[in-house]
């Protein structure tokens, strides 16, 4: 508590012990005195009526003046006794009740004060304040023990700014100065221990109010030096991270671009020999092409997936004819279909532009992706591709390709988690049909770039349906041709 809350709190009870002496005279009750001093004058009264003669003065009196009779006298006399003994009680009745409510009011205000003082005294935190000058009045065991000063050493501060390290001194102060203006403040500030350790605080300061004048500072002090340590060391370790989050991807873009230089040759060196191959090496001319074609796949889904996790995936939209487009992948995967033995259509509807703009590279790289799954874990059946619009206006067209098969599909549990990166829907699956599980991360990728969505249905046993919405917007006017 504060010296001038002290004062006051004091000045107070003072005030309540004196107010309640007066009306009870220490441990004496009004009533009492009342009745004593009735009984006084009723014994004052006949005493002096023995001994002065009263009655017979007073007849004499009354013979003399014959308008008033000593009976109406009397009379009147006892009617102002009752009236004093009558007011004596009410007055009783009154102080008696003011009584009462000042001695509760006195221990309201004791058990309010002991409430406070246990807050004070047993707060963890420092709980200190300071007057309009910035000198210590009270601070609490846990301040002393944060700061490593007593009480008295603490008193004999000239203020809290030779506790605080030099650059918090300012904004400390403009704090301290905010507070005096009825402005409560939240800060954080470092203080120099006497031993030379630095301790950081968090500290919330209120304005001490006392007849509508600020009179002072309350504040309450947490040290907060761990966590602070803890959130350094957490942004060092995330800086730490990316650095080497970014020096992975930067060597699988080189390490892919080195395997691809290479593979490449091979790859074209196999076409040239399988142009005129003996007989006895063509199988193995077709086993070098094969695996030489899941390799540069490989390769392929490294390199874009080391570019999207350096940020670098850059779009080129351009005009672009999807039905086209679209059919160009199809004859892509025909091969691969037919050698399963799988039908595959290709559906576009009437309502689907001929000519859209859009990064058509970035497209086929999507629909090349879903075909060649369709196809790789479908073993009978067909694989279909279904263009619709969803909705246009003005500006764009939505427009939604549907990629499905008759496949082995995925349950529930499989589906999540499907379009994270290395993931397959089930450990057998790499076993029996290769795969690194970057293909679809890399696709939702994309799609997300194009500000499109895609999603997945799929029943185990039964088939997998992927569907990609993408907004595409509508060409300018072209140059007439002359």
């Given at each position: 508590?504060?010296?001038?809350?002290?004062?006051?709190?004091?000045?107070?009870?003072?005030?309540?012990?004196?107010?309640?002496?007066?009306?009870?005279?220490?441990?004496?009750?009004?009533?009492?005195?009342?009745?004593?001093?009735?009984?006084?004058?009723?014994?004052?009264?006949?005493?002096?009526?023995?001994?002065?003669?009263?009655?017979?003065?007073?007849?004499?009196?009354?013979?003399?003046?014959?308008?008033?009779?000593?009976?109406?006298?009397?009379?009147?006399l006892i009617v102002a006794l009752l009236g004093t003994t009558?007011?004596?009680?009410?007055?009783?009745?009154?102080?008696?009740?003011?009584?009462?409510?000042?001695?509760?009011?006195?221990?309201?205000?004791?058990?309010?004060?002991?409430?406070?003082?246990?807050?004070?005294?047993?707060?963890?935190?420092?709980?200190?304040?300071?007057?309009?000058?910035?000198?210590?009045?009270?601070?609490?065991?846990?301040?002393?023990?944060?700061?490593?000063?007593?009480?008295?050493?603490?008193?004999?501060?000239?203020?809290?700014?030779?506790?605080?390290?030099?650059?918090?001194?300012?904004?400390?102060?403009?704090?301290?100065?905010?507070?005096?203006?009825?402005?409560?403040?939240?800060?954080?500030?470092?203080?120099?221990?006497?031993?030379?350790?630095?301790?950081?605080?968090?500290?919330?300061?209120?304005?001490?109010?006392?007849?509508?004048?600020?009179?002072?500072?309350?504040?309450?002090?947490?040290?907060?030096?761990?966590?602070?340590?803890?959130?350094?060391?957490?942004?060092?370790?995330?800086?730490?991270?990316?650095?080497?989050?970014?020096?992975?991807?930067?060597?699988?873009?080189?390490?892919?671009?080195?395997?691809?230089?290479?593979?490449?040759?091979?790859?074209?060196?196999?076409?040239?020999?399988?142009?005129?191959?003996?007989?006895?090496?063509?199988?193995?001319?077709?086993?070098?092409?094969?695996?030489?074609?899941?390799?540069?796949?490989?390769?392929?889904?490294?390199?874009?997936?080391?570019?999207?996790?350096?940020?670098?995936?850059?779009?080129?939209?351009?005009?672009?004819?999807?039905?086209?487009?679209?059919?160009?992948?199809?004859?892509?995967?025909?091969?691969?279909?037919?050698?399963?033995?799988?039908?595959?259509?290709?559906?576009?509807?009437?309502?689907?532009?001929?000519?859209?703009?859009?990064?058509?590279?970035?497209?086929?790289?999507?629909?090349?992706?879903?075909?060649?799954?369709?196809?790789?874990?479908?073993?009978?059946?067909?694989?279909?591709?279904?263009?619709?619009?969803?909705?246009?206006?003005?500006?764009?067209?939505?427009?939604?390709?549907?990629?499905?098969?008759?496949?082995?599909?995925?349950?529930?549990?499989?589906?999540?988690?499907?379009?994270e990166s290395f993931s397959q829907a089930d450990p057998s699956?790499?076993?029996?049909?290769?795969?690194?599980?970057?293909?679809?991360?890399?696709?939702?990728?994309?799609?997300?770039?194009?500000?499109?969505?895609?999603?997945?249905?799929?029943?185990?046993?039964?088939?997998?349906?992927?569907?990609?919405?993408?907004?595409?917007?509508?060409?300018?006017?072209?140059?007439?041709?002359?």
């Amino acid at each position: 508590m504060t010296e001038s809350g002290r004062h006051r709190s004091g000045a107070a009870r003072t005030r309540v012990r004196a107010w309640t002496t007066a009306r009870t005279y220490g441990r004496i009750p009004w009533w009492v005195l009342d009745i004593a001093l009735t009984v006084a004058l009723f014994v004052l009264a006949f005493g002096a009526s023995s001994g002065l003669d009263l009655p017979a003065h007073l007849e004499r009196w009354s013979r003399e003046h014959g308008s008033v009779r000593a009976g109406d006298l009397a009379l009147g006399l006892i009617v102002a006794l009752l009236g004093t003994t009558c007011l004596g009680w009410a007055r009783c009745g009154i102080a008696s009740r003011q009584a009462a409510r000042v001695q509760v009011a006195e221990r309201d205000l004791a058990l309010a004060n002991e409430r406070y003082r246990s807050l004070f005294d047993y707060h963890p935190s420092s709980v200190f304040s300071l007057d309009r000058e910035g000198r210590f009045l009270t601070i609490n065991d846990a301040g002393q023990h944060l700061v490593g000063l007593s009480d008295e050493e603490f008193r004999t501060l000239d203020g809290f700014v030779q506790l605080l390290a030099p650059e918090d001194l300012e904004p400390v102060g403009e704090a301290f100065a905010r507070i005096l203006e009825r402005e409560a403040q939240q800060v954080e500030a470092a203080i120099l221990r006497p031993d030379g350790t630095r301790v950081e605080l968090q500290i919330t300061g209120t304005p001490i109010v006392v007849d509508d004048e600020v009179v002072g500072v309350y504040g309450i002090a947490e040290d907060v030096t761990a966590r602070n340590r803890m959130q350094r060391e957490l942004a060092q370790a995330q800086v730490s991270a990316e650095q080497a989050s970014e020096a992975k991807s930067l060597f699988l873009a080189n390490m892919s671009h080195e395997i691809r230089t290479p593979l490449t040759s091979i790859m074209a060196i196999t076409e040239l020999l399988a142009e005129d191959p003996d007989p006895s090496q063509r199988r193995f001319l077709e086993m070098m092409e094969r695996n030489g074609n899941r390799l540069l796949r490989l390769v392929d889904d490294i390199l874009d997936f080391s570019r999207i996790e350096a940020g670098a995936t850059t779009l080129y939209p351009s005009v672009i004819g999807l039905p086209a487009l679209l059919q160009d992948c199809v004859v892509a995967i025909r091969s691969a279909a037919d050698q399963a033995g799988l039908g595959l259509r290709l559906e576009v509807d009437d309502q689907v532009p001929e000519r859209l703009v859009g990064d058509g590279e970035r497209i086929q790289q999507v629909v090349g992706n879903l075909l060649g799954n369709a196809v790789k874990f479908t073993e009978y059946g067909e694989v279909a591709v279904e263009v619709g619009v969803v909705d246009r206006d003005q500006r764009q067209t939505r427009v939604r390709i549907q990629v499905s098969d008759t496949g082995i599909g995925m349950s529930p549990e499989q589906l999540d988690g499907l379009f994270e990166s290395f993931s397959q829907a089930d450990p057998s699956i790499t076993r029996r049909y290769g795969g690194t599980g970057l293909g679809l991360a890399i696709c939702q990728h994309l799609v997300t770039a194009m500000d499109g969505t895609i999603e997945v249905e799929s029943v185990l046993g039964v088939g997998s349906t992927f569907r990609v919405e993408l907004p595409l917007l509508h060409p300018g006017p072209q140059p007439a041709v002359v």
